[in-house]
Structure formats: C-alpha cells, structure tokens
C-alpha cells in the first residue's frame, strides 16, 4: 500500500512521513500505481487513474472560488476577516482546534462545547462544499465565518501525528469499499431506513390539521417536533412514518407501506389528506431523509449520494418547492449522525409520493451506498453546477444526469434493481415529475 502526497508551495510537517511510513512525498505527480494519491495543495497533474483526496478542481476552488461556493451553500464567509479559530478537517471529522492568542496559534483541547462545535460543522461544511477531503480552515467575527481554507494545511508534530492518522484510516477504508464493490471481498451489506414526514389537510377546506389530534410523539407513526401557534394553540403540522429498517430496499417500501396503513386507519372518517413534497407548507420543508446503516460515512460516499441519488430526484422535484428549501435545508452534502452508529442524508426532497417511486428512489440508495467506490463521477467540483442545483434549473442538470445515470450500470446493485430504477430515467427522459399536490394516503393504501 503505497501512497503519493504532492505539495505545493508548503510541505507537511515531516513528522507525517514519519508516522505514515507508506506515504511517498514529492513536489509533482509521480507516475506509479498509487493506492491513493493526496493533493497537499498543490494541483500539478491530471486526477485521471487515481484515487485522490482533495482533487485539483477543489484546491483550485479554494483558491479562486472560496466566497462566491460557500455562499451557494448558505455558509456564513467572509476573507477581510481577522483569523481567529483554525479547525482542521479530514474526511468530514475533526483532526485538530487551534485558537488564536497574539502571534500565536495555540491548541484546544474541549471541543465538544457549543461554540466550538460550531466552528467544527461550519469548517466541516466549507470544506466539503469546496470539493476538498481535508483542509484547515481559518474562522473569525464574532458568529465563525470563514475567512480562508487552506489545502495545504499547515501543520505541528502533534497534529502531523493526528493527520498520519487520520490518512491511513481513510485508506484502509476506503480499500475495503473497493475490495468489496468490486466482489474481490465481501463487505458489509448496507441497511436502509426512513423517517419520511407528510402534512395533514382537511379535503374540503384545504386547511392545516394538526397531527396531534391523531399520533402521540412516539410509535410507528408519530409527531414531527415541528410546530406553531395559531390563535394561542400549538399545531403540529408534520407527522412522520418509522418503518423498520432493512437491507432490501423493497422490504423497506413494504415497511413504509405498512405504517401508511396504519396513519389512515388512525384518521378514518375525518377527511384528512396527507400531502408530501418539497414544502407542503411555507414555513416548514419536507425532505426525503433516508437512513444509513452498516456504511462507513465519507466524504467520498456523501460526494456519491449527492451526484447519484440526489441529483436524479431533484430531476423529479417541482423545481419551485425545491429553490424554496434550499439551500438553507437540504444543501449539498447534508447528513447527521444518528443514535444506531449510522447516519441520515438529508439532501433529497420528498419521494414518497407513491410507493412505486419510493421503490425506485430508495433501490438507487442501496445501489449508491453499497457500490459508491464504481461510481466517482463530481459534477458539484464546478459553482455553475451548485448554483444551477441550488436554482433547481433542469435545463443545466439534465445533460449531466445520462452520463451519471450510465455509470450505475458499473453497479451490481444497480442491475439487480434495474426495473424498478428505470421508472426514473423515463421520467427525466421524458422531462416529467412527480406530482405533490395528491392525496398519498390513496396511492399508499391502493398499492
């Protein structure tokens, strides 16, 4: 396992050869059969062949592109700013925290207190939106925003130390991933879950209902913490459906469709719709969060379900609902832990406007998480592509969609889902989408 780290003007630390005794450090690109290739803020060479981590089109991002990308992704920027904070960054976790005193930076060792949890997410975001693994990023005013995000991270013993580490996890990983899409290992198999959310409506007056009238907090079907007031009363708006979870993306919609059931039952007889989509209400959005479980999270699967999953679902949207969450909710590269070890993607909208496209969307899940290292396609290292994604502007993603949607057949997942995936390139093909405004209580219980 050998691997190349190219730098620019700013070598590592040499304490990071030291402790990563696999890593070969050059000025250039050497030619070689490398296991990965890491960019030290340098973009000398083509990516081409390689596995690499912070590709050139992100170290050039984030010498050129820093303000104009992290205002697409609502992330708070500003370089006239004095550094105060320096958070360093690698495949989406936090290496290092350094804080500014005089001259000096100086670390910390408490990072789990709110403010400087803070810091961590949004260098976590910058990072991420710029198109880079790892990074060190400087924050300063009174609220964090970033003032610059340095690709080649300037480094000390101690967290040159931090960062071998972080650099052979990432590889061994990610070696793993491969090993097992390509069938030379057998890797665990991905587990897939839902929490979607839908609105309740009175048929005839189209009003708001609210869901505590039906559901309790807790259970199969249950209350959203959403809520407002309306002449002194707290109306929960947004129920939600937690089916159990499954490694089989039809088990999954049979779950769905069985908590569905159970909703209706629970409103018989009092005309009640339930509406799902991007924003059923102007104050409160409606995603299409899917859970993941037995899967790693990195930056390189998070880079996949954004080019592969959530793309192909925007394709679908009402671009109108979709350009009013985001990118507040449902930007790229959205996700949170969860309780079970896995985590939440966050980015798509609503998909369960029947189960016939639940199908669809979540055997493109299974086959994007299980099979991610076969599909390494980044159309979001270019701002026009965030900002036409931001925008929902379909004339600019759909050319981009056919290239994506003919690596999947790399996938073996992807081929054993093939029919229930095809329902998706038809629409984009045909330039449709789906519809938000039906009753998806019907369409759940007619099957």
């Known amino acids: 396992m050998s691997c190349l780290l190219i730098h620019g003007e700013r070598a ?56 104009t990308l992290l205002r697409l992704n609502d992330v708070a920027v500003n370089p006239a700013l004095e550094p105060r904070w320096r ?14 005193v005089g001259r000096r930076w100086r670390h910390i060792g408490q990072w789990t207190a709110p403010p400087v949890y803070k810091l961590r997410e949004t260098a976590r975001r910058a990072v991420y939106a710029l198109g880079l693994h790892f990074g060190a990023v400087d924050l300063g005013g009174v609220h964090g925003a970033v003032v610059r995000v340095l690709p080649d991270p300037p480094l000390d013993r101690r967290l040159a130390r931090a960062f071998a580490r972080a650099m052979e996890t990432y590889v061994a990983a990610t070696q793993e991933a491969i090993s097992a899409a390509y069938g030379w290992t057998t890797g665990p198999e991905v587990v897939l879950g839902a929490d979607p959310e839908f609105v ?16 309790s907090r807790w259970g199969v079907v249950g209350l959203d913490r959403a809520c407002f007031k309306r002449n002194g009363v707290l109306i929960y708006p947004l129920a939600e459906v937690r089916p159990a ?21 629970a409103v018989r007889g009092h005309r009640i719709s339930f509406q799902a989509g991007g924003t059923m209400l102007r104050r409160f959005s409606i995603g299409g969060h899917i859970h993941f479980s037995n899967a790693r999270l990195s930056t390189d699967l998070l880079r ?17 609902s979709s350009r009013l969450r985001r990118p507040r909710y449902g930007y ?30 979540l055997c493109l899940a299974k086959a994007v998480a299980q099979d991610y290292p076969l599909l390494r396609r980044n159309i979001f290292l270019s701002s026009a ?45 045909e330039e449709r989408r789906w519809n938000e405004r039906v009753d998806i209580k019907k369409r759940w219980l007619a099957g």
């Not at 309740?200 to 559901?215: E, I, K, M, P």
């Not at 080019?307 to 394709?315: D, E, R, W």
Request: charge should be positive; hydrophobic fraction near 45%.
């Open 200 to 215: 309740l409506r009175h048929r005839r007056t189209g009003r708001t209902v609210s869901a505590a009238r039906f559901f």
């Open 385 to 429: 592509m965030q900002r036409a994604f931001y925008a929902a502007d379909k004339a600019v993603l759909r050319p981009r969609f056919f290239p994506l949607w003919s690596d999947l057949k790399a996938s073996p997942v992807a081929r054993e889902f093939s029919a229930h995936l095809e329902l998706i390139h038809r629409m984009v093909s």
């Open 12 to 67: 590592p630390h040499p304490a990071l050869a030291e402790h990563f005794p696999d890593l070969v450090v050059s000025d250039r690109l050497v030619p070689g059969h490398w296991t990965c290739v890491f960019r030290w803020g340098s973009a000398d060479g083509s990516d081409g062949g390689h596995w690499v981590a912070n590709p050139a089109g992100g170290v050039l991002n984030a010498r050129h592109e820093l303000t």
């Open 245 to 265: 979870p499954s490694p089989d993306p039809l088990e999954l919609v049979e779950n769905l469709r069985r908590a569905f059931a159970r909703a209706a039952s």
């Open 332 to 361: 790229l590269g959205d996700w949170r832990p969860q309780p079970h070890g896995g985590f939440e993607y966050r980015t798509p909208g609503s998909w369960v406007i029947s189960p016939q496209y639940a199908a669809a969307v």
């Open 87 to 100: 958070v360093y960054v690698f495949d989406l976790r936090t290496v290092g925290v350094m804080k500014r």
């Open 304 to 320: 996949a379900l954004d080019n592969y999953l959530a793309l192909p679902v925007l394709l679908l949207e009402n671009p109108v």
